[in-house]
């Protein structure tokens, strides 16, 4: 049962193929109720910048065996890292939560090569060679990226304590009497998401190699342009004017507008 068959010759026969016949379906749209909603709350991905980092590297890739010529080169862009450090705030409103307004983006990931070469062997086949070579490093960004676009958002948790004096004595103080306040607000984490990658490329032979002579490192100069989303799950309210929605969790002590 398949589509291949044993001892075949130019003369044969087709072989037989088993199949089946798919038995349709009836279909109808299925009737679906509207219920009006004025201004409605979802919580969504929001696209809070999408840099395009230029990275530049060099490396050397070791050809065994040796090559005569290059024939075809692949690349493609594989992230492991693409983290959102923020170093500068502004508060919402009277509340403890806080919009960045600069931050530093880390990236870090690899360009896989795929390099295809002929080596020295008369009617030789095609060699093929896969590098991996890595890159890393920061670029700044600052929110909003376009006026009144969106920002990171990040509540600050809290930590407060409360010492009490020795009530027989009122000198001294009760080490066996604290009182706490904790409050610990649960963010969202900013991702990045891989957009686009534009390479510019230049491959050589470090030794210049006469015609039909091998070869057998070859050095890349990479520039690749690199394209990626950054992004948070933030609250939205949707209609005119839409807005993204914090809570309010005040602690012992709530923050005060300037």
Do not use: W
Not at 188 to 203: I, K, R, T, Y
Not at 228 to 250: C, D, E, M, W
């Amino acid at each position: 049962m398949g589509g291949q068959c044993e001892n075949q010759n130019p003369n044969s026969i087709p072989c037989p193929v088993t199949s089946t016949e798919q038995i349709p379906f009836n279909s109808e749209a299925t009737p679906l109720v509207a219920t009006p909603v004025t201004a409605p709350t979802i919580k969504i991905p929001v696209v809070l910048a999408e840099p395009t980092l230029q990275i530049v590297v060099e490396s050397d890739i070791t050809l065994n065996p040796a090559a005569t010529e290059i024939k075809r080169v692949k690349k493609n862009v594989f992230l492991n890292q693409v983290k959102l450090v923020p170093v500068s705030f502004a508060r919402i409103a009277n509340t403890d939560f806080f919009t960045v307004t600069r931050a530093k983006l880390f990236v870090a990931g690899h360009i896989r090569k795929n390099l295809e070469y002929a080596s020295a062997a008369c009617n030789g086949a095609l060699q093929d060679r896969i590098a991996d070579i890595p890159f890393s490093g920061f670029t700044d960004l600052t929110f909003p990226q376009t006026p009144g676009g969106p920002t990171p958002i990040f509540g600050i948790s809290e930590f407060a304590e409360a010492n009490f004096l020795n009530e027989k004595t009122q000198m001294d103080a009760r080490l066996d009497k604290v009182f706490f306040q904790n409050l610990v607000k649960y963010n969202e984490q900013p991702f990045g998401e891989l957009v686009a990658a534009n390479f510019f490329e230049l491959d050589f032979s470090p030794v210049m190699a006469s015609p039909e002579s091998t070869f057998s490192t070859l050095r890349e100069k990479i520039v690749l342009e690199l394209t990626v989303k950054v992004l948070q799950v933030q609250q939205v309210r949707l209609g005119a004017g839409s807005n993204v929605i914090t809570p309010s969790l005040f602690g012992l002590t709530p923050p005060t507008s300037p």
